[in-house]
């Protein structure tokens, strides 16, 4: 019998404080007897029993389980999760122990610690924020500092910000839009009157609750025009460039309360049009645009937009603050008449005993016989009903809706749930215990038990977190979470209906109840339906062949599906997407696969607006076994094709990606966007990365990994110029294993980039590399910010190397100079075949490039049993064709390998199989 006392886990938690003996004692009686025998799955299954009991968050598990075991306590405040972080700092989800409530906590981040310009900012926001209460202003509680880091301690807010609204659903309904913003502006009034102006108001600086309640958040950059105090340099611009006022970009201490107008205006009309005003990558000419051009007209994109709320908008936004509303509160009354206008248009257009309110698509919170009276507005005036839940804009059973961009078959996938933005604050929700789940609900059948082979304890548990609370997650039926039927969420058409027609409401609930029930019967039945998709040519044969079919029945094995995209859920049932983004949307966060049969390259525009994936858990997209899919993404704008959050893990099995830029590609101090942009950890395996045959593009990456974790395994890049770029955060690792990176024909380029990342809960970053190739590049590895203080360590083993040299220096900004003790490398059994002086070259002329020589890189690495010599790859440079595949860059004989990747193990193959 184990003795649970020894677990890591159990040490951790107590060392932590966040449970006790008798807290973890409970939660080794809950492992059933015949599970309590595997000292490999123990720390699991207690960490599930914990979070079972409600003992625990995913979040404290998961540090535990990592091996934390401090810094879940910041004086007062228990860290219970992760919900955002930006610049300044990361906010967390924290329960005061003296008050016992929920309460964002934003830390300063460590690198800002020593300055002193950053804490002043952040006491700024502290101060300012006291003297603030308002309805439609995130209120600050408290500020202080515990163990030499500081915090701000914020209301916490179940919401979503309005740019990550925007980035999951798109543009808003004008007057949707025109509701929230007049609760901006009443907010911004409230600022007004005490004298203080906000200077970055912005689409991500807004939070929106699930009541429909906007709330404008971070003042650490508002000032108090009484006071004559230097909270910026001269001469520096303040705010964010894509909404930032003229004056106030000309000179920050110009900025008045119509600055914030113009700002506030600038979001309006992202909110309608679903981009920025002046949507160019170029900095310069963004602000040229601010300070001369007109915006495209908003009829462009919304043809339903009232005349008088663009011409609202584009008053809020003139160039001239003279020329602009003179306060938010007259803002207010602008669309206050506006909405106004609208209602009785609306009303008018609905048939005697219609609902004026299902009519027009605007929902109403509360009784509509009974508006509530609106803070901020002069009591002579009809109060206007507080904006639509944004549960609205997901189309959970909204009868009508009046933008054009909703109206496409069926409702638009659920937001995920990840941070929006870097102050964003997500609802956490712990896992309710079994016995507390009404019988017949989604929920019936949970995500923790220990079922099967062990998976790993976030993969187990971990489901979407609900968006707003009205809403529920969708459990791991595999289920798009778009469509919640079995709950009546605040803006449904089920709620809207109850209290006046009380049988409808009844019917619609005994029809979800009805759908709830085939749902647990199916799958406890073990049948694995699946939905065929008459319209595709697509052969039977491509299918997958995992034999899950035949459970379905006696002995008929139902229709496979056809579709080249589809989400496969855990029971082995399939879902056809129309295109890749939905299918995606529907898969992140629960344990379903995206899975792509094409036969023929599936080319993907990517959208200007940013198609976030960040809800929690995973998401995985994986080959149809016996085929190779490629996919064609048209890199365009400024977007990668797939973007994860912070909490999301991403898992990518079997494909090929093909980069397609345009033929002129504008000039950016980033270059183009890279194919994937992963802030969480991230895996790649027997995939290829290929860039369309065309002009050589400057900066040009495939993998933009900022997350703690990359696995790279049997990779294939071609043709890039830099193939990874890893943001390296404390405790970073990257692993590239039987992986080859290839640059564009002629023309220099790198394998992987590191760059020092402050924060992270450790601080070692470490580069694995094994059994990697590099060939006919300028270096295999470039670095940047690294000091003795924070070095980088480097793993190599197996590698073959053939470029001008091995490391490239990249001072940074601000410039870090070269020091050797930045980097520890150890190698072993590697052949590195350099053909220039420099094997750490910085950039510079001549001499000054040569950090160190062949002589100086043997005193600093540590190398056993290298290979020396040239390197001959079976097809010579001159005779390697203008796509050049693995096998050309094999090294040693058939049956005898060399150094670097066996070709035959890397990219994808078609007997790959799917893994659940």
């Known amino acids: ?20 003996a008798a807290g973890l004692a409970a939660c080794w009686e809950g492992i059933p007897p015949e599970k309590r025998d595997a000292p490999e799955h123990l720390d699991r299954r207690l960490a599930r029993q914990a979070i079972h009991r409600g003992l625990l968050s995913l979040w404290q598990a998961q540090q535990l389980l990592a091996g934390r075991t401090s810094g879940f306590r910041v004086d007062r405040y228990v860290l219970v999760d992760l919900i955002g972080q930006g610049g ?16 964002a906590l934003k830390i300063l981040s460590p690198e800002r610690m020593n300055n002193p310009r950053a804490i002043a900012r952040f006491q700024r926001e502290a101060r300012v924020g006291a003297q603030l209460q308002h309805e439609n202003l995130v209120r600050i509680y408290d500020f202080g500092e515990s163990n030499g880091r500081f915090f701000l301690v914020m209301e916490y807010i179940e919401g979503k910000t309005i740019g990550g609204l925007i980035a999951a659903q798109g543009p808003m309904p004008p007057i949707t839009a025109a509701r929230l913003v007049r609760q901006i502006a009443l907010g911004l009034e409230h600022a007004h009157r005490k004298d203080l102006i906000h200077r970055d108001v912005n689409p991500y600086n807004v939070m929106v609750t699930h009541d429909g309640v906007a709330k404008l958040a971070d003042l650490g950059l508002a000032i108090n025009k009484a006071e004559d105090e230097r909270v910026t340099r001269d001469g520096a611009t303040v705010g964010t460039f894509d909404y930032v006022a003229p004056e106030q970009a000309r000179h920050s201490h110009s900025a008045d309360i119509r ?85 009785r248009a609306a009303a008018s257009r609905a048939g005697a005993g219609d609902d004026p309110e299902i009519a027009t698509g605007v929902l109403m919170p509360g009784d509509p016989d009974s508006p509530t009276s609106t803070p901020g507005m002069p009591p002579s005036r009809t109060p206007i009903p507080e904006p639509a839940s944004p549960a609205r804009f997901a189309g959970a059973g909204v009868a009508a809706t009046p933008a054009a961009a ?46 099967g082979p062990e998976p790993s304890l976030s993969e187990s548990i971990a ?27 605040p803006g449904t058409l089920a709620a809207r209906l109850r209290g006046r027609w009380p049988w409808a409401a009844a019917l619609l609930a005994a029809i979800a109840l009805a759908i709830a029930a085939s749902i647990v019967s199916r799958r406890a039945g073990g049948t694995a339906k699946a939905t065929s998709s008459p319209a595709s040519k697509q052969p039977a044969a491509d299918a997958p062949r995992d034999g899950r079919a035949k459970e379905a029945g006696a002995g008929t094995a139902p229709a496979q599906p056809t579709s080249p995209i589809a989400v496969l859920d855990p029971d082995g049932g399939e879902s056809p997407a129309k295109d890749l983004y939905q299918a995606m949307e529907a898969a992140v966060g629960v344990k379903g696969s995206v899975v792509l049969r094409n036969r023929e390259p599936l080319v993907v525009s990517v959208p200007d607006a940013p198609r976030v994936m960040a809800s929690t858990g995973w998401l995985k997209l994986k080959a ?109 690792k990257a692993d590239l294993k039987q992986t080859m990176i290839v640059p564009a024909a002629g023309r220099p380029g790198s394998g992987v980039t590191v760059r020092f990342l402050g924060g992270g809960s450790g601080s ?33 083993g197996d590698c073959a190397v053939q470029a001008r040299g091995l490391v490239s220096w990249l001072p940074g900004t601000p410039a870090i100079p070269w020091e050797p003790r930045s980097l520890r ?78 070709p035959d193990q890397v990219g994808p193959t078609a007997s790959s199989e799917i893994a659940n």
């Open 825 to 902: 490398w150890q190698g072993e059994r590697n052949q590195y075949d350099i053909g220039g002086t420099a094997w750490v070259s910085q950039p510079g002329e001549g001499a000054a490039a040569v950090v160190l020589d062949r002589e100086g890189w043997a005193r600093l690495a540590s190398e056993e049993h290298p290979i020396p010599g040239p390197i001959e790859f079976r097809t010579p440079a001159g005779r390697r064709p203008e796509s050049p595949e693995p096998a050309d860059f094999a090294t040693g004989r058939r049956g005898d390998p060399g150094p670097g990747a066996d």
């Open 463 to 489: 489901r979407p977190r609900p968006w707003f609370s009205g809403e529920r997650s969708a459990s791991s039926s595999g289920l798009q979470p778009a469509a919640p039927v079995a709950a009546a969420a």
């Open 406 to 451: 909703y109206d496409a078959a069926g409702p638009p996938p659920m937001p995920s749930a990840g941070a929006s933005g870097p102050e964003s604050a997500v609802a956490t929700a712990t896992p309710v215990p079994a016995s507390d789940q009404p019988v017949g609900s989604e929920e019936e059948i949970p995500l923790y038990l220990d079922l």
């Open 764 to 796: 070692g970053r470490t580069l694995s590399l094994d059994r990697f190739t590099f060939a006919a590049g300028e270096a295999p590895i470039r670095l940047s910010g690294f000091t003795p203080e924070a070095p980088l360590t480097v793993r190599a």
């Open 1 to 20: 019998m184990l003795e649970p006392q020894t677990s890591r886990f159990w040490q951790a938690s107590l060392q932590s404080g966040l449970l006790d």
């Open 88 to 103: 300044m700092g990361r906010v967390y989800l924290a329960r005061d122990s003296r008050l016992n409530r929920q309460v």
């Open 259 to 343: 600055s914030d107008i113009y700002s506030l205006g600038c979001t309006f009309y992202h909110m309608i049009a679903g981009q920025v005003p002046f949507p160019s990558p170029s900095l310069p000419e963004k602000l040229f645009a601010h300070q001369a051009l007109e915006p495209a007209p908003l009829s462009r994109f919304a043809p339903d937009i009232p005349q008088a709320l663009a011409e609202v908008v584009r008053r809020m936004m003139r160039k001239s603050p003279d020329d602009r509303f003179g306060t938010p509160l007259q803002v207010a009354q602008a669309i206050d008449a506006c909405l106004e206008a609208h209602d």
């Open 624 to 732: 149809a076994p016996g085929t190779t899919p490629v996919l064609v993404a048209e890199l365009k704008g400024k977007q990668p094709l797939l973007v994860t959050g912070a909490a999301t893990n991403l898992v990518v099995e079997g494909l090929t990606i093909v980069a397609r830029y345009p033929s002129s590609a504008p000039a950016s101090p980033d270059g183009p966007p890279p194919l994937i942009r992963a802030a969480g950890a991230a895996e790649f395996r027997r995939c290829a990365f290929l860039t369309d045959r065309g002009p050589e593009v400057e900066g040009s990456r495939a993998i933009v990994a900022e997350g703690g974790q990359l696995v790279v395994e049997g990779g294939w890049f071609r043709g890039f110029r830099h193939g990874i770029e890893v943001n390296a955060i404390g405790g970073a």
